[in-house]
């Protein structure tokens, strides 16, 4: 068995040699039985409970799930990284005759090997702990509005998990390689578990949502674009951001590997993720007119773009020998070698752009009443809302531009902090510039009407609520046009 992995991925066999010592296979499944019984011989029926013991397992499980697989499985698929990184052996890898395909695998899978068997262990004692429950459940009668528990529900919620747990440890080890990319080869890098606690607790979070949820899902539709999918509502969304996260990894891992290839992924990645989310707005409210839902839709299409568009300005490498390539392939009209090495976020700015247009387009094409009279006499006991949401039509007919606006001015005082070169932590400095012109400053000037300034805002006007936002953004692309010129020619002299 170990020859032919050996064999076919030597990366994965090589970990899964360091990783499952005889002493560790023997501990792993020892110390979870054992503080199974433990929740078992504690746990107690009381009158005042809807629960019995199983269901205390079952959550001792799944929490244990989280903390092996979720938890401990992220940072060691980071520090599988990291640490050939820091012990000076990445470039050896990077060199070998290993596919990306056969390096994204090892490396996700290889590092964490450990961790899912101690996962595998937590999801057998599940089922063995839902498997109780349910025969607790035929012997006795159940409370009024207690949760059924069933297998489908196990298994659904079992492969949405493990999915998560898939997810999570690729988006560390991307996180890993960004900050090697930024790295300037000869210090150490540190690891990501800080990052790791806010993630750990939220996973916490969604599997109790996710266990309310699935209940919720088997009772009312959960339609994609009119289909009705039920609880696999779930699973559909959290199997297709898992694909693309894996898919993000191979594609890092191919570009570590010295492999080109352009940006026909990240394209395809933004439409299929744009037409895949539409379809949860669309068709999903019977009381929806088709108009309100593509309105909806579109908004969110858009804001999701330029969530993304601004992550990346921060998580891509912004080193100067890279811009200078850029703008030499486009003086040069190298289109093959501009498709190749163009940051992701100038991309997902045409998106933005682009979903903005749209946005507009169905808010001004909005009918006078948006909603259906339906759904007026269901939410609302008068036509107040619908009265306010027709005033501010306008007004939201230019957000998205303004919104753009001040995205532009927010991604070049980024890129300025970075060339500027003073600070090692110039992310960081940046991000703490905008948190004191989007929230301390508008805090303090909270009364006064200037706030178009700072955020979109039409309480001077809807001009002004415009103009504001285009005019930093052409003062800070002046502001980073010039130091880009300065930068140049002092490069250009000490060349010469």
């Not at 150490?188 to 939220?202: Q, R, S």
């Not at 703008?327 to 498709?339: E, P």
């Not at 991604?411 to 500027?420: D, H, K, P, Q």
């Amino acid at each position: 068995m170990n020859t032919k992995i050996l064999t076919r991925n030597p990366e994965l066999a090589r970990n899964m040699y360091l990783e499952l010592s005889k002493q560790r296979l023997v501990a792993m499944p020892v110390i979870l039985c054992l503080l199974s019984f433990l929740v078992l011989s504690t746990s107690q029926i009381t009158a005042y409970s809807a629960e019995n013991q199983y269901d205390y397992l079952a959550r001792y499980s799944s929490i244990a799930f989280m903390i092996i697989t979720i938890l401990w499985g992220a940072k060691n698929a980071s520090d599988g990284v990291l640490d050939e990184y820091n012990s000076r052996t990445w470039d050896w890898q990077r060199m070998s005759t290993l596919s990306p395909w056969k390096m994204t695998i090892g490396k996700l899978f290889g590092s964490t090997i450990y961790n899912w068997y101690g996962g595998v262990i937590c999801l057998i004692i599940n089922l063995f702990a839902t498997l109780g429950s349910i025969a607790t459940e035929n012997a006795t009668t159940i409370e009024p509005g207690r949760p059924h528990h069933s297998l489908f529900l196990y298994v659904i919620q079992t492969f949405s998990t493990v999915l998560m747990a898939i997810t999570v440890q690729t988006v560390a080890i991307l996180a890993s390689l960004m900050q090697m990319k930024k790295g300037d080869g000869r210090n150490k890098i540190k690891g990501t578990t800080i990052i790791l606690l806010p993630i750990f607790f939220m996973m916490i979070g969604w599997g109790f949502y996710t266990s309310a949820n699935l209940q919720y899902l088997l009772r009312e539709k959960a339609n994609w674009y009119g289909i009705n999918l039920g609880a696999f509502r779930s699973l559909l969304s959290i199997l297709f951001y898992t694909c693309w996260v894996v898919a993000g990894l191979y594609r890092t891992m191919r570009t570590e590997l010295q492999y080109t290839h352009g940006l026909k992924w990240w394209v395809l990645f933004l439409t299929t993720s744009a037409i895949f989310n539409s379809g949860f707005i669309v068709g999903q409210n019977a009381t929806w007119s088709l108009h309100t839902a593509i309105v909806i839709a579109a908004a969110t299409m858009f804001i999701g773009y330029v969530i993304t568009a601004f992550l990346l300005t921060i998580i891509e490498p912004k080193e100067i020998i890279n811009y200078r390539t850029i703008f030499k392939s486009f003086r040069d009209r190298n289109t093959a070698k501009l498709y190749s090495i163009l940051p992701l976020w100038t991309v997902t700015l045409l998106f933005v752009a682009v979903s903005g247009i749209i946005t507009s387009i169905t808010i001004i094409t909005m009918p006078d009443s948006i909603f259906d009279a339906p759904t007026i006499g269901t939410l609302f006991t008068s036509n107040y809302f619908l009265a306010k949401l027709e005033g501010i039509k306008s007004t939201l007919t230019i957000a998205p531009f303004a919104i753009f606006g001040f995205l532009i001015r927010d991604i070049a005082i980024v890129l300025y902090v970075n060339i500027m070169r003073k600070n090692k932590r110039a992310d960081t400095t940046a991000i703490l510039y905008l948190l004191i012109l989007y929230i301390v400053i508008p805090l303090i000037i909270r009364s006064s009407s200037i706030g178009f300034l700072f955020y979109p805002t039409d309480q001077s006007g809807t001009f002004l609520m415009l103009a504001a936002p285009l005019a930093e953004a052409s003062i800070m692309i002046y502001l980073l046009s010039n130091k880009w010129k300065s930068i140049n020619s002092t490069i250009a002299q000490t060349s010469a």
